[in-house]
């Protein structure tokens, strides 16, 4: 049985080190609340000739410790609509406590859409369906939005995404009409209440993949460069005598995040281009680092 923020240690042998494999479902009991949920919603986009949605939904976890996620996904039911594929991204907290700045994000990906097993009362089948992502995030509050990519001609339809009647953590599902396929917010993100009138609507989202490292110990370094190239000004950062295959969550001026893996001697490259003309940071998250560039 799957339960929310559900984290397993598996002994992976005496030759590596030990895993911890990471589990979130944003289901309060589970399959139990999936297959009495009454309340299904449209969470999705579609660029149709006749008909255009760029519907979104967002929920927000926490993450204990350093991790890497490799999968996510959502819970849905039967969908009036050809699945051509998913969107998924992940933004931080806005000082609204609305989903804020884009982290990370993918779209028109492969959409595994599969028979769950479970049976909801109201509305059949439940579907599980899932993206392969690789993304790295420190400790910290998130959000999470995902949709389907569907074909819907004269807007057909109803159905989608499940959600479920509970309250976790510090706010309700959200909605935005309004997210484009590159992640960019066009609309304000409101709260499921708003529409639906159900004060404690919770989406029924999935993350899954393992805690790792940090790529620092105190031994290793950070240099930065800019050199004119092709594409414009082209920012390097190179770490190096970091702790080898770890992540490195690489940053450009505090944004603009770059995850890289050490190879066996620690080192991982990120680079930037184009990057505009001045002084730039780079910086590896988990890590007492920065280096600057300049740039003409």
């Known amino acids: 049985m799957f339960k929310r923020g559900l984290v397993v240690l598996v002994l992976l042998g005496a030759a590596t080190v030990r895993a911890d494999e990471f589990t979130w ?6 399959p139990d609340d999936l297959e009495t949920s009454e309340d299904a919603w449209t969470a999705a986009r579609a660029e149709d000739d006749d008909f255009i949605s760029y519907r979104c939904a967002a929920e927000d976890f ?7 996620i490799t999968q996510i996904g959502f819970y849905s039911v039967d969908f009036e ?18 989903p804020g700045a884009l982290i ?25 369906n899932t993206m392969d992502i690789d993304v790295t995030l420190e400790p910290g509050r998130y959000f999470a939005a995902l949709r389907s990519l569907i074909t819907l001609s004269n807007g057909g339809g109803k ?50 993949g393992e805690t790792v490292e940090a ?5 290793e370094k950070l240099k930065a460069r800019c050199r004119e190239r092709a594409c ?4 390097k950062g190179i ?18 995040v770059q995850t890289r893996t050490t190879n066996a001697n620690g080192k991982a490259v990120a680079k930037w281009c184009p990057a505009g003309s001045g002084s730039h940071e780079v910086t590896v998250d988990g890590c007492d680092l920065s280096a600057g560039a300049s740039c003409p």
Not at 25 to 30: D, I, L, P
Not at 215 to 219: K, L, N, S, V
Not at 239 to 256: E, Q, V
């Open 159 to 208: 159905h989608s995404l499940l959600t479920t009647r509970w309250a976790n953590h510090e706010s309700r599902a959200y909605w935005n009409f309004d997210v484009f396929r590159d992640g960019t917010v066009g609309g304000e993100w409101v709260t499921m209440d708003v529409f639906n009138l159900q004060p404690d609507n919770e989406w029924a989202f999935y993350l899954s």
């Open 25 to 30: 479902v944003n289901v309060n009991v589970f």
């Open 81 to 98: 609509a050809e699945i051509l594929g998913g969107d998924w991204y992940i933004y931080e907290v806005g000082g609204d406590g609305a």
């Open 239 to 256: 770490l190096k005598n970091a702790i080898p295959n770890t992540n490195a969550i690489f940053r450009l001026d505090g944004g603009d």
């Open 62 to 68: 926490v993450l204990t410790s350093r991790t890497r």
């Open 215 to 219: 790529p620092c110990d105190g031994g």
């Open 104 to 128: 990370a994000g993918g779209h028109t990906l492969p959409l595994a859409h599969e028979d769950s097993g479970i049976v909801n009362s109201n509305f059949g089948v439940v579907y599980r």
């Open 232 to 235: 414009g000004n082209y920012v």
